[in-house]
């Protein structure tokens, strides 16, 4: 029993270590160079990607339809298609937003009076209260034009109603949490937006000793082929900041 709350011990401090090396804990983020930006939006705690699995896939390449969808698939050899989500209520995500709108805009090229402004705009925006909600930003993408347009068509139309019972927050004990609020992109965009609650019934959706949340959602049908479930896991431990998992 002892040697096995060393091991434990252990695991947890190698944890801690790895998480203390990270940018996002070590530099201050107007120091954060592009590739770490990149990588705290596309591949880090906060966001992660999920892919479509290629059955799925290659089933749409070559289900008929009686148009020229199954061809334009099959034009693309390398077909992909899936979704990316962010949990933006975290601060180091909106960080990473708010440099990397400063890498692009050059601010340090910038006159004072440009600076200022937009440091009072990244202040509100860095600033946005999340002590009662969780905010998770999805983005979806597809490389073949007749699925990127079906996919928009179908979140551009989507309503709160028409979602709820089918999108999760999932916190402690697999507590199933709908969202409060979707907005879809508007425009061109291919993303959409979706919060919930931080608490149901006076609890936290997720305590110091729980591991993971977990965003569920469904893909929609696709040319022949059926909806698909969407589970994205986010781990707790390794969003933990200054002794506490932050999302």
Not at 208 to 215: F, G, H, I, R
Request: a positive charge; proline letters at 4%.
């Amino acid at each position: 029993m002892k040697w096995r709350m060393l091991c434990c011990l252990s695991l947890v401090w190698l944890v801690a270590a790895a998480q203390s090396k990270e940018f996002w804990a070590t530099k201050e983020y107007k120091q954060w160079n592009d590739k770490e930006v990149k990588r705290l939006l596309e591949n880090s705690p906060w966001a992660q990607d999920y892919t479509l699995n290629r059955t799925y896939i290659e089933a749409l390449q070559t289900s008929p339809t009686g148009d020229t969808r199954a061809a334009e698939r099959g034009r693309e050899s390398n077909t992909k298609m899936g979704y990316q989500a962010q949990l933006r209520s975290a601060l180091p995500v909106r960080q990473a937003l708010v440099r990397q709108q400063m890498i692009t805009e050059k601010y340090e090229q910038l006159p004072p009076q440009k600076q200022k402004e937009f440091d009072e705009r990244a202040g509100q925006f860095l600033a946005a209260n999340f002590a009662e909600t969780v905010m998770a930003h999805v983005i979806y993408h597809s490389n073949v034009a007749v699925d990127d347009r079906e996919l928009a068509r179908y979140w551009h139309t989507q309503t709160l109603e028409t979602i709820k019972n089918s999108t999760f927050l999932i916190g402690a004990g697999g507590q199933k949490i709908q969202p409060l609020r979707y907005t879809p992109a508007t425009g061109a965009g291919r993303e959409f937006q979706l919060v919930f609650p931080r608490q149901v019934n006076g609890q936290p959706i997720a305590g110091p000793n729980d591991k993971s949340l977990k965003l569920e959602f469904k893909h929609p049908r696709t040319g022949d082929q059926n909806e698909q479930r969407v589970l994205i896991e986010f781990k707790l431990d390794r969003m933990t900041m200054q002794g506490a998992a932050v999302f």
